[in-house]
């Protein structure tokens, strides 16, 4: 029974000796963790000060001369580096303890950069901490340069700069005494290295942005100029064309048989055609560009609404349409008076276009009050689909309704007439109805003119 | 400035083009028009034409190779010979400051192609006389 009793009460101590252990264990355990706990965050609070004081950094380099000295203070350090290598170039900023007594950074051009077995220590996603640069083994051997040597570097603590292409630098921290890294220190380090890792790829994104909107502006613009080569190129041929048209047609060749005119009428037709095409082009050119100057004149409706009358009367007479002009006197723009009038051509050369023989054109315009002025062109025209007038300012649109040889044209009048307006800060309203017509109003900037008052 | 041509009775148009069609049609114009014609195809002939050939008239491209219209105009402007000859400018560009640049360059006129070859012999004839005047 003794026998038996023994090693019960023996194990029963040795239970209850395991258990008191265990426990006792349990408590030292505990507060080893609150102090390991303590450490932790306070290591996650450095390394969140120290990425705000990156963050805010206006530059690389600022935030590469942050960085180093926040880390050095940080961590008791004799020595803390940034060191960037990228094909083949090495750039450094350091920071070195009596710096902030001096309230001088140290130039980076005063420490040589580290020797290339420091970074051989780290890979994209490995840190290095070499209690013992004199020890190393892998550091036998390497030219650990003045920087290292000079100050007696001893501790040392190696947390790469990745970047997708792998490690492209290094942020580096060092302890003239042989004073160990810990885990919390790596960690601090660490994430200094990755703040920074993430602003170099920030600026090497924006860098490629930037050289990606360059590009296409550059392309805009070539574009731009093309269109305007272009159009100046078909002006020397269309020379020719409409020149020795114009000399048959006036009898210097000879005389004209009625057949012969009749063709040489299409020819001259087609001509013109080409050459307002080309017009259109270089005006879309130049809205593209940017290069339409819009200088702001006061100008009178009634002259405008004249010029425009006297340029499409031909057009006028030749579709048997009638057409009327009315303005209010006083009524003034604030425009550009050549674009002004491309817009009133423009709009009353579609409406003549569109109108049947016997229809009516009728061109106004009246002060809106509050400093604008409407511009309306109304026809009895053959009108536009419902269902396409949305896009009628689009280029290069034609409604399908325009398929007469007198309808005739590229589609651009109405997508230049819209720039011209938008450009004055106006805008372009369009009301129609198939079979009945169309009424165009463009609503621009302007004035009823004072009267001068009579002497 | 009296007649610049004593002696001659049907006026003489120096022609500076070098697209040798448009070139040829304006040659054809004049001369059906009773005017004669020494007609080039670069900058350096025109210059070379306008100081030795004493014409009534300048009609530069101002687009040529070598030698622009601008500059030969600018040139015939600032020597004494040829300072008083009426110059036109034939142009593809028509751009408000190309004619405003036309005229710096002291163009007494500034024709916009595509033109009327009977629009550019009435403005020749304009040119004319305002010399004689």
């Given amino acids: 029974m003794t026998e038996w009793l023994l090693p019960a009460g023996y194990l029963l101590a040795l239970v209850a000796g395991t258990l008191l252990g265990v426990w006792s264990g349990r408590r030292h355990a505990d507060v080893r963790l609150t102090g390991e706990q303590a450490a932790e965050s306070a290591a996650k609070e450095t390394s969140r000060r120290i990425s705000g004081v990156i963050r805010a950094c206006p530059d690389l380099g600022d935030a590469f001369d942050a960085a180093a000295a926040e880390v050095g203070r940080a961590l008791g350090c004799d020595l803390a580096y940034v060191q960037l290598v990228r094909r083949g170039e090495r750039r450094a900023t350091a920071w070195r303890r009596g710096d902030d007594e001096t309230g001088r950074p140290s130039t980076a051009a005063a420490f040589l950069p580290l020797p290339d077995e420091v970074f051989s220590l780290v890979g994209p996603e490995r840190s290095a901490a070499v209690d013992d640069v004199r020890t190393h083994p892998a550091l036998q051997g390497a030219d650990m340069s003045a920087a290292v040597t000079s100050l007696e570097i001893v501790s040392l603590l190696v947390c790469p700069i990745a970047s997708s292409s792998g490690v492209i630098g290094a942020v580096v921290a060092g302890r003239s005494s042989r004073q160990p890294f810990g885990h919390h220190d790596v960690g601090v380090v660490e994430s200094v290295a990755w703040s920074l890792g993430r602003a170099l790829q920030n600026r090497a994104i924006q860098a490629q942005q930037d050289a990606v909107v360059e590009r296409l502006e550059a392309l805009d613009r070539s574009k731009s100029d093309f269109v305007a080569s272009v159009s100046h190129e078909l002006r020397t041929p269309l020379t020719s064309i409409a020149g020795y048209l114009e000399m048959l047609l006036d009898g210097d060749g000879g005389p004209v048989t009625g057949g012969q005119r009749e063709m040489l009428d299409i020819i001259g037709r087609n001509t013109q055609r080409l050459q307002l095409l080309i017009e259109d082009l270089l005006t879309i050119g130049k809205i593209e560009s940017g290069a339409l100057r819009t200088d702001v004149d006061d100008v009178r409706v009634a002259t405008l609404l004249a010029a425009a009358e006297a340029a499409i009367t031909p057009a006028v007479a030749a579709a048997g349409v009638a057409l009327r002009v009315h303005a209010e006197d006083d009524v003034v723009l604030s425009g550009d008076r050549r674009q002004l009038e491309q817009v009133l051509l423009n709009l009353l050369g579609n409406a003549v276009k569109f109108t049947p023989h016997g229809g009516t054109v009728t061109a106004s315009a009246h002060h809106v009050g509050e400093g604008w002025v409407e511009l309306t062109v109304t026809d009895s025209g053959i009108g536009i689909p419902r269902n396409e007038q949305g896009q009628l300012f689009t280029r290069f649109f034609r409604a399908s309704n325009a398929t007469e040889r007198a309808a005739q044209g590229a589609g651009l009048g109405l997508s230049i007439v819209s720039s011209i307006v938008s450009a004055h800060g106006g805008e372009v309203t369009l009301e129609s109805t198939e079979g009945e017509g169309t009424v165009v109003s463009v609503r621009l900037p302007g004035h009823a003119l004072v009267p001068v008052a009579a002497p | ?133």
């Fill in chain 2, 1 to 133: 400035m009296s007649d610049a041509s004593p002696g001659r009775t049907r006026p003489l148009v120096l022609l500076a083009e070098d697209d040798p069609d448009v070139r040829d049609m304006i040659e054809r114009k004049l001369r059906g028009d009773d005017m004669d014609v020494i007609a080039v195809s670069d900058g350096v002939a025109a210059l070379h034409a306008a100081k030795t050939m004493r014409p009534d008239l300048v009609l530069l491209d101002v687009m040529m190779p070598g030698m622009t219209g601008l500059q030969i105009c600018h040139e015939l402007r600032s020597n004494v010979a040829t300072d008083n000859l009426p110059v036109m400018l034939i142009t593809a560009r028509a751009r408000a400051e190309d004619i405003q640049t036309g005229y710096d360059a002291g163009a007494d006129d500034y024709i916009v192609k595509p033109f009327s070859p009977r629009d550019l012999v009435t403005r020749i004839r304009d040119g004319l006389m305002a010399v004689r005047r």
